[in-house]
């Protein structure tokens, strides 16, 4: 079951789909020299928004979770993908230890672990789950719905190396993405593969970085194929030092905001595109008590000098950061899936290089220029029974679920090279040769 | 849907199973240490029979068709693992030739066609297909059921390269087992990969090369996991230059036989297995007109002394070769799997290092101990929709297809390492170290 699109079928997206369908050996094979020459994340996911007219990733997720919301079907190319990146990073690996966030007590969160370690169980190692919350003071087995269970156990540090009380792990799995800081225990570990990268972890990484990766990634991409960039890239800046429970700083946010809306008009105007303009603004940090601010009009900004004279209370999920903040002021971009209703998004998973499954999410309480990762969403999965990830040649633009899943697939991969630029950019044990 | 299995669920191959499921990860490390110092077949076939007691290859297909006998839900699979084997081989490839058999009229081996060239398109290249058969000399475009269509074009060579008029490809891919010998066409081909290498068709090949790389392949991977090589190797002997036109070499043939049925009878007395031991007699060379031949007793080789003297006529599929001919003597292993009550035996396929798919050949009208892979038999694809190649982990021995069909994927992938050794040990342009 492929969930019913009501994507506005016509204008420049079913050009660039087109576009994509009929570029597919130029695509395929300009992924193929650049993973030559960089290295992909071991895993992401990607956010994406189908605007009709436009179609961008807006988030990438290095510590995928969620994965328990992708089928059983897709299973199989998850595991094929698992082997492809253990081959390349250790083949001689037995022991595998993924360490979770410190939310012992969600189950949701709990599922998509358990569906990690069936991966690379699958896959061919020993996996096994070790807890850095401090909580965790013994072996803890959680039981889990539909007969599943996930046993977190306490990390051990030795000098060189951290494990499993009998468990020394050669390559260890964060699905930890870090937003409270580097724990020490996960530093300075000289004989082991620690992946992703502490430096991807939100307490160093920041979305600038990967924006401005991205903005060169579409760049090449759109050369290669031959478009306006912009049709698969969202616009932004970034308003470093804001104080938001201050004011501080607001005056330099509203021009960010202003500039930005004003260019967004402008590629609209030049498209011909009757939709209101709108930008996002959220942490350049990735912190999450501030959220995704949707921002219509510079009025909306308002707010925030009500909220520092204490005449606004803040609304939950949209909480003021404390202290100076950097935010980024991104062109928002509509998304305009429906399925069973809802607004709709869909979400790209990735392992390696390769694109392994997706699902849509949905929110049936927000607009389609509203951020949709929050309390209340639902996932539909993207069966795999219908190969939906795959382009079926010469159906009719718009028209075929599994090319419309080809070129998210496409954008998804996009993110991820841009993802890998940023890693080598941020890398703090980089070589520099120059 | 996954075939209803009728194995015997008892005795030493549940044991095996067992063995199997709880060694996966050494097993999976086993492999791609392998794939480490050895290069897999860019795509392999492998035809399975489970005795109940036994397991093992009997056939290993080095240009295997019947693609199309796999399900559509397995395509995705073997696309991504299309894109693992171009990336290794030429990521800067683009334009990639299939060469097929002459059998323009088969539409069931051109729907196999059919299905590679989806397989490669989608995994992003450009694909043509192009005929050998020098009574293509225009493009010859042939509609199949299902809205389907091969366009067949004759090749154009010039001094160092194979292609099409305007079409000019890095890699060819033979789908062609040249038993007929080499085409010139092919030879000296310096800057093109050749896929697989001429060495590796028949009028070349040798069965004798790969049972020996077989058992040597078996030794190791019974000593991995602790078991007799023989439950997974069927034992084998050469009998060189018997010419059964002309009945020379019968003798040598019949003490083959007579020495190797002793064999079998001790190891099925050492292991308690009331079945009758039989062999199989084959052309070492793979030729079709022999056939494989069931030899249950010794003096079922008393025909071709019969035959010698005009007084027996040869049966259709089992023609006397004419002149000497090298002969395999195999160890006969009963397939005891039935799928809608006909006699079936699985078969595995595989691209790169990666199991992505199979079927069950079913055959009505032939015995457990005969070949099945005649016209007559049909196939049964294994489903998809039930994750069917990968293991679940806590099902009962002998319970569980998936876990059925993992081991055959194993089986499989030990019968692929043994072509690699094979590939090696027999190629002409192989420098020498020693």
């Known amino acids: 079951m492929v969930p019913h699109l009501v994507t506005a079928l016509t204008g420049p997206i079913n050009e660039l789909e087109q576009r994509i369908l009929d570029s597919m050996p130029a695509i395929e094979r300009w992924f193929r020299l650049e993973w030559m020459e960089h290295t992909p994340p071991f895993y992401s996911s990607s956010d994406i928004r189908n605007a009709g007219f436009k179609l961008a990733p807006v988030d990438t997720n290095l510590f995928p979770r969620g994965w328990n919301n992708l089928t059983d079907d897709m299973l199989p190319l998850a595991v094929q993908a698992a082997q492809a990146a253990i081959e390349k990073i250790c083949p001689e690996a037995r022991n595998l230890l993924v360490i979770p966030e410190n939310h012992s007590k969600n189950t949701f969160y709990l599922a998509n672990v358990a569906r990690l370690v069936r991966i690379f169980h699958m896959a061919g190692l020993n996996v096994r789950v070790g807890s850095i919350d401090p909580a965790i003071k013994s072996p803890k087995k959680i039981e889990l719905p539909h007969g599943e269970s996930v046993c977190l156990e306490p990390v051990v540090r030795s000098r060189r190396r951290l494990g ?204 389609p220029d509203e951020n949709l990762n929050m309390a209340g969403a639902s996932f539909v999965p993207l069966a795999f029974s219908e190969s939906a990830h795959l382009p079926q040649p010469g159906a009719k633009p718009g028209a075929s679920a599994p090319n419309r899943f080809y070129m998210y697939g496409v954008i998804g991969r996009l993110a991820m090279v841009a993802a890998s630029y940023e890693m080598e950019a941020t890398n703090p044990d980089a070589e520099t040769y120059e």
Chains 1, 2 share one sequence.
Not at 172 to 177: A, G, H, R, S
Not at 180 to 206: C, F, K, M, N
Not at 244 to 259: I, M
Request: with cysteine; aromatic share 6%; proline share 6%.
């Open 164 to 367: 499993l009380k009998h468990f020394d792990p050669c390559t260890i799995l964060l699905n930890n993405d870090l937003s409270a800081g580097t724990p020490g225990i996960l530093e300075d570990l000289h004989e082991q593969y620690l992946l992703p990268p502490l430096h991807a972890g939100w307490s160093v990484r920041r979305k600038s970085n990967h924006l401005h990766s991205y903005e060169e990634v579409s760049k090449r991409f759109g050369k290669l194929l031959g478009i306006d960039p912009w049709l698969i890239n969202p616009m932004h800046a970034r308003a470093g030092g804001v104080d938001l429970a201050e004011g501080k700083g607001l005056d330099v946010l509203t021009s960010h905001v202003d500039a930005l809306l004003t260019k967004v008009r402008r590629k609209y105007k030049e498209y011909g595109i009757n939709e209101k303009p709108f930008v996002v603004v959220k942490a350049d940090n990735g912190a999450d008590p501030m959220g995704v601010m949707t921002v219509r009009d510079v009025k909306d900004l308002e707010i925030f000098s009500r909220r520092s004279r204490g005449k606004a209370p803040a609304s939950p999920g949209q909480e003021t950061p404390q202290g100076p903040t950097d935010l980024i002021v991104q062109e928002g971009v509509l998304t305009n899936e429906r399925v069973n209703n809802g607004v709709a998004e869909p979400v790209v998973y990735m392992m390696d290089r390769y694109v392994v499954g997706g699902f849509y999410r949905v929110h049936a309480e927000r607009s």
